[in-house]
């Protein structure tokens, strides 16, 4: 990006003595707001569009002021646009360069209008936006953890309850557990969007505006649900801004979750699985190392996310009404969670189809932990057996299984049944993994068919749902 230092301010009429040098740099929003550009156009045609159409500017004028923007979007889309740093922000740049092409036509595209409303809509356009993408991108990964999980409705692994061996679940089991959490963020982002979806043109600078305007023409060109309530409202609140990043704060956590996650099965000390080498990288010293870098970076990236959704929450607070320059810090955090968001999203959706399960050792480590001591317990109860009592047992079962380094399924029969004299021959069917799993046939539960089910449902869900 070109950014030229030119000395011409745009409100300069006023003051008597230039801004000073470091003000300029301290004060100007350009370097980060020209990624506004392509709505802020957007806007300014519709605005354009409707004072022609009731009358405050000439269709002649609207006619030029549409010629030119099209001229200025090609040169900001070929990189050729110079961006002045005199100009302070996205909006003064691309008025002074309409100005420079067609005019007068140009000095009359501000009217009825502030940059206060201006702004407010260039950002909520920008985030409309972020939001459809973040939507598709959450799909996306959803569709990858449910191709997980239908390859893996079999796979036996350790579930844990504080990271030690709790029962058997189903590595598709646990890939579904994530789905859910993608769909509750799906839908917390697209009723978001609802608030996202209003129109702030027409509040001018604070109060509203003199002339005949017609703000549901201008929403309805720009795809709006409706026009903002309320003139002071519409300049001054970025609630719709920390509600995003609160939705974001919440992907970036499930993903943080996730990564930790693959990190610990990554590890050889867990060995569940591999992810693929495009994902991950060498160390310079150590020649064996396979690193998983790209989760590291999502649970770091996490913290600033949550980082931004603080500071936007901060800037917000101290603000009387209606608009105060404060709101210019709005975008850089706002630009750095949907970027951050964007590519992991983009990068979990196309890592998790590389995850290269090893059910060996998850198998293994299920077989080590004693994870069907409950249904142990639980074939107890159904024999009979007060809950607690059942519970005593077979944690005396689990001493003597440890002491002889084997598991449950490993002690012979006649000494099981010296910790109680219910259990039977049937009791060998229990201890398996596999049958600890198939007992937890119902909706939710890690039996495979029930996950095979969930898979199905899921699949019909976002078929049905679309976006
Ligand atoms: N660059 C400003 C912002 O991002 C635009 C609005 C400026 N309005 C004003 N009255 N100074 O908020």
Not at 154 to 166: C, I, K
Not at 328 to 352: C, R
Not at 380 to 397: I, M, N, T, Y
């Amino acid at each position: 990006m070109v950014i030229m230092d030119k000395p011409t301010g745009a409100w300069s009429g006023r003051f008597s003595e230039p801004v000073d040098e470091l003000v300029k740099r301290f004060t100007a929003s350009i370097p980060f707001d020209y990624r506004l550009a392509e709505f802020d156009i957007k806007g300014s045609l519709a605005h354009a569009r409707m004072l022609a159409q009731v009358g405050v500017i000439s269709p002649k004028d609207f006619a030029a002021i549409e010629q030119g923007m099209a001229e200025i979007l090609a040169e900001i889309r070929a990189g050729q646009f110079e961006w002045s740093l005199d100009l302070e922000d996205v909006h003064l740049n691309i008025e002074r360069a309409l100005t420079a092409k067609i005019g007068d036509a140009g000095k009359r595209l501000h009217t009825g209008r502030s940059r206060n409303d201006q702004v407010a809509t260039d950002i909520r356009l920008y985030l409309r936006d972020a939001v459809d993408r973040t939507l598709d991108g959450i799909r996306a990964c959803q569709n990858s953890l449910l191709d997980l999980a239908e390859q893996h409705a079999n796979t036996v692994m350790p579930g844990f309850t504080h990271l030690q061996v709790a029962q058997p679940v189903t590595f598709g089991h646990h890939m579904l557990a994530y789905f859910e959490m993608l769909d509750r963020d799906h839908a917390r982002l697209a009723d978001a969007r609802k608030r996202i979806n209003r129109l702030p043109l027409g509040a001018a600078a604070l109060a509203g505006t003199s002339y005949p305007i017609d703000r549901e023409f201008v929403a309805r060109e720009l795809g709006f649900d409706g026009v903002c309530e309320n003139s002071l409202d519409a300049v001054s609140d970025r609630d719709f801004a920390i509600e995003f990043a609160a939705a974001a704060s919440l992907i970036m956590m499930h993903f943080s979750r996730l990564s930790e996650e693959l990190i610990l099965w990554m590890s050889p000390r867990f060995g569940f699985i591999d992810l693929a080498d495009r994902f991950c990288t060498g160390s310079s010293i150590m020649p064996q190392k396979k690193n998983p870098d790209v989760p590291e970076l999502v649970r770091g990236k996490t913290g600033r996310v949550f980082g931004h959704l603080m500071g936007l929450l901060t800037l917000m607070k101290g603000q009387p009404l209606a608009y105060n320059k404060d709101n210019q810090e709005d975008k850089e955090p706002i630009f750095d969670t949907v970027d951050t968001l964007l590519d992991t999203l983009k990068i979990y959706a196309d890592m998790l189809k590389g995850v290269r399960v090893k059910p060996q050792a998850m198998r293994q480590a299920a077989h080590e932990g004693f994870s069907t001591a409950t249904d142990l317990a639980d074939y107890l109860v159904k024999k009979g057996l007060p809950f607690r009592d059942a519970h005593e047992a077979v944690a005396r079962a689990v001493r003597a299984a440890e002491i002889n380094k084997c598991d449950l399924a490993d002690l012979p029969l006649d000494e099981l049944q010296a910790f109680s004299p219910l259990l039977g021959q049937d009791v060998r069917a229990v201890l398996t993994l596999e049958g600890s799993l198939s007992s937890r046939n119902h909706v939710g539960g890690t039996a495979p068919d029930q996950v095979k089910a969930a898979v199905a449902r899921a699949r019909g869900k976002m078929a049905s749902a679309g976006r």
